[in-house]
């Protein structure tokens, strides 16, 4: 029983890790398709995903808020008036509809990657998106 108990938190530890390297992979991949008129400085309440992203050298990470120019918002209780100002990316779709300067959203759904662009709010933001991203686009929130 021991074991049976060992080999069950291993394959869940293993895969969780798993979709910690695949959502990383995939925000890279996003991130990378998207321009804004400003440089891409991107600050994000999640610090394992930021330290990730800081590996990446595509990106410049920033640890203050105010200096960023794009947020990866996982918690809305992270929300403060100096994001509310920036571009959102969010990483749960509740947030899409919560708050409502968000434009796009990369959440988990049956173990499976969702990722949803909201096309006015990109339009809004002046936020261009490469041919590669218009697959994932919505006109509202579902």
Known sequence: ???FILSLF????????????HQIKII????????ISTELKIWSDNKKLLSELKKCTKFITVENPKDATMIILEDRDNLSKEVLS???FV????L?????KSFGALFW?????????IKPRIE?????????????LEERVW
């Open 109 to 117: 759904k049956k173990g499976r990657p969702n990722i949803v662009i």
């Open 91 to 94: 990483l749960n779709y509740n």
């Open 86 to 88: 920036k571009s959102i």
């Open 96 to 100: 899409l509809s919560k708050i409502p």
């Open 124 to 136: 809004t933001q002046s936020i261009e998106i490469s041919q590669a991203l218009h697959p994932y």
């Open 28 to 35: 890279e991949k996003i991130f990378s398709e998207i321009s």
């Open 10 to 21: 291993i394959t869940l530890t293993l895969s969780a890790s798993a979709i910690n390297h």
């Open 1 to 3: 029983m021991k074991t």
